[in-house]
């Protein structure tokens, strides 16, 4: 081979690995797997579903530690005994709940908080019996504010909710989720969430067809 040709295919080879590595390609031997993609963040409405589930085990815990409750279902001295166990563990298990920036919220419910409130709701289920699981649900139900008793699975799957409905119930609901992160823990701010948990749950009430508001009075029983 010549001089000149030499130098020529040697400057070919000199630009074509240039080419390659400023285009970043990468070779692979066959059959080589790619890197698994980092994992998503949840859907915002299977977040808004598990936030939902986890706010009715904490409701749960909370009324069954008053003595009207304890009464209407007729708690033995046990049961009563049980549920102390369980308000000290829920203090202990949800600490930070309230008050947890959004962005921290997402990891904890993920990571934290659902399997702790999943593993709460299975505590309850040994020591209730059925007949007081389903007032208890009743009372939550009556007794807590905004939309957010439709988007836990029982509910949601009583009312049979359409994909239209569920989206309109999950912006309400994170809505007022957004108000709870501005308005804090103080005294007013509670005031004003109430007032907003209020008018989503109005809201909601509405986005419901006419069967589905009877199947909800079903669901929420006789008033406590």
Known sequence: MSLFRKTWWLALVALFLMVVFYAGVRFTTPGSKKPAPPPKDLARGK????????????????????????EELGLSVDQVEAVGDCVAKSKQDFSGFRTVSPKQREVRIRDEWLPQAEAMEARLQRFLTPDQRRRLRQIIWQKQLGAIALLVPQAAEALQLDKSQRREIE??????LAESDRQGTGMLGLWKLAEVAKDARRRAMNLLTPKQREQWKTLLGEPF
Do not use: K, P
């Open 171 to 176: 912006a309400l609901v994170a809505e007022t």
């Open 47 to 70: 977040l808004l579903e598990h936030y939902a589930v986890i706010v009715h085990l904490l409701q749960t815990v909370r009324w069954l530690d008053t003595a009207s409750v304890q």
